[in-house]
């Protein structure tokens, strides 16, 4: 119930607060259809679209980083660990800015292939050897994949800066002048890998005791990691197109959701679909007025806050433990 409140919170300074400040009351009034002029527009054509935008990728990112946490094992690992981020950042470089391929259906589908190409290689050098995908080959793989195509990216990018203006501004990680038709097709699939995340809850819980003790109960554990990544590819990728690539809020979120409801997968991934819009949205609402009349990206934002949130977790005790 908090969490909700604090959504709907999220929501309305998302609506009310900018370069021009918007009475929440005039908002809903808005919002009903009772049209007030020019803050009409302001809502309708720019508020609205970042904020379900901000809603739908805030969500993905949150519940894709307790996946990573919870089939790495490792508390502070976040979707960018397993190189999907680099991945779809790659494939839409090559893809809008070499091949000129434009449209939502086009950079949705570039954002998914890369991040699906990343996953796939990533598991299958972390497959490499007799314990077969264990966490830490997962981690190193992910890491030094992810590593390599962002550098390739940024090469790409360098090359050519009026052509890759656009992919300049995207890589910052912002909620603003996105295309909100992306939604029509990211929308459904980050439900399906919502879905999935929540029906392999019980088994992750199982393998965070280990894979032998997770096999002794009747899990299966590589079927489970299977799932795990290609939810977290559904979901980092749909995140990545929709925001660009936004960092620390598959990290902080399932941390904080984990100190309140405890360990079990299930309510962490529940929550974490409430708690990181929340995260996401002040981000973005916070970057429109720390540096009027210019706006900070929200990924920038989230960087900002979350280094020293991850120093914190470090130093704690239990920041080892899942």
Known sequence: MV??????????????????????AEVLQILLGNDTGANASVINDLR????LIGLVAGAALGVSGALIQAVTRNPLADPGILGVNAGAAFAM??????????????????????????SVLVYAIGSLGADGGSPVRLILA????????????????LTDRARFAGMTAWQSGSLLDRDVGLLTWAGPLVLLGLGVALAIGSSL??????????????????RT??????????????????????????LMVPHAVRWIVGPDQRWIIAHSVLAAPVLLLLADVAGRVVMPPGELPAGIVTALI????????VRRRRASEL
């Open 48 to 51: 609205v679209p970042r904020t």
């Open 225 to 250: 990691r299977v799932f795990a990544v290609l939810a977290v590819m559904l979901l980092a990728g749909s995140a990545t197109a929709l925001a660009g690539p936004i960092s620390f809020v598959g």
């Open 93 to 118: 470089a090559i893809g809008t800015g070499l091949a000129g391929v434009t449209g939502s259906f086009g950079t949705l589908a570039l954002a998914y292939a890369g991040a699906f190409g990343a």
């Open 142 to 157: 992910g890491v030094a994949l992810g590593a390599v195509l962002a550098g390739i990216t940024s090469a790409i990018v």
């Open 205 to 222: 819980n199982a393998i965070a005791l280990g894979d032998d003790l997770a096999s002794a109960l009747g899990a299966r554990v590589v």
């Open 3 to 24: 969490l909700l409140v604090a959504l709907a919170a999220a929501v309305l300074a998302s609506l009310a607060v900018g370069t021009r400040a918007i009475p929440p």
């Open 306 to 313: 979350g280094a020293p949130v991850l120093i914190v977790l």
